[in-house]
């Protein structure tokens, strides 16, 4: 079952007002795993993705996800988002457990405290992108606050575009849709999956502008999967995942560490190290 504590509330004040409080007390944790597993197929089949990882994520943080191909970078976000459950291990988004439970509560537990960014957008194509917008809102059935809407796509500069639909749009446009959609739930967690793999170098650069907004300015976390080490050192920290364990992070990432370092993990995993 879900034990949810409702520590944290989603009004803005608070996020505004974190880090005021008396004392360097240590961050609130967004995202926590404990010893995360998770193997597909069985038998002689058996392809171990997840292999007991265990990290937490402090609230307000944008931490990126890299590892080579195989690596289980999508069987983690998966398992972390609550769209996939683990063999084993938990999950806990804002102190609250999300291991067990119904398909059900699983689902309500997601809408109200996850957010998601794809590769492809995930858009629908017969909604305008107010409506695509405020979709999370009514599958909660949440109240949509228009302005409150508007407010958003104006922040991701698409306050002349509410009447548009996905096909009006360039990619770009797109992804900008998809996280103000993202945003507008004020999850405490966002992930994004490749969220730059299908932009030109200029609409990248303005969606990961846009995910660090959401941390600095809306208060909220941030979990991206990349291959990109240009999109990575956008992140305050790099997880690095081999073989569907944890084997490094990065702080403060820069460019040219991130590659080093990625071309190292590849040693590693091509020695067995
Ligand atoms: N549905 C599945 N059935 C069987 N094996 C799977 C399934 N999904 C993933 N795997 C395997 O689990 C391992 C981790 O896969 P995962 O997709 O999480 O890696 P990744 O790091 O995201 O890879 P990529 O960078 O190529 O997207 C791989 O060996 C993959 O083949």
Redesign the pocket.
């Given at each position: 079952m879900f034990r949810r504590t409702d520590r944290r509330n989603h009004d803005h004040d608070h996020d505004h007002a974190r880090g005021q409080g008396p004392g360097p007390g240590p961050a609130e944790t967004a995202l926590r795993l404990v010893k995360v597993s998770k193997t597909?197929?069985s038998d002689d089949s058996a392809?171990t993705?997840l292999d007991e990882v265990t990290f937490s994520l402090a609230d307000g943080s944008f931490t990126a996800v890299m590892?080579?191909?195989?690596?289980?970078?999508?069987?983690?976000l998966q398992c972390a988002a609550g769209l996939d459950r683990p063999d084993s291990g938990i999950v806990m988004v804002d102190g609250a457990a999300m291991t067990g439970g119904t398909e059900a509560e699983l689902t309500r537990f997601r809408r109200n405290r996850i957010g998601f960014v794809f590769q492809q957008y995930n858009l629908l194509d017969t909604l305008t992108v107010a409506q695509n917008t405020v979709l999370p809102l009514k599958l909660a059935r949440r109240r949509v606050d228009r302005a409150r809407v508007r407010e958003i796509l104006a922040a991701v500069g698409l306050g002349d575009r509410l009447g548009h639909r996905p096909d009006q749009l360039s990619g770009g446009q797109r992804q900008r849709v998809a996280i103000a959609r993202a945003l507008v739930t004020e999850p405490s967690v966002i992930f994004a999956d490749e969220p730059t793999g299908a932009l030109d170098t200029r609409s990248a650069r303005d969606v990961l502008r846009l995910l660090q907004e959401a941390v600095r300015v809306h208060g909220r976390t941030v979990v991206m999967?990349t291959?990109d080490p240009v999109a990575a050192s956008y992140a305050d920290s790099v997880l690095f995942?081999a073989d569907?364990r944890l084997v490094g992070e990065l702080h403060r990432p820069t460019v040219d560490a991130v590659a080093e370092r990625l071309a190292h993990l590849g040693d590693d995993v091509m020695t067995g190290a």
């Open positions: 597909y197929g392809v993705a590892g080579p191909s195989g690596s289980g970078k999508s069987t983690l999967v291959h995942l569907g």
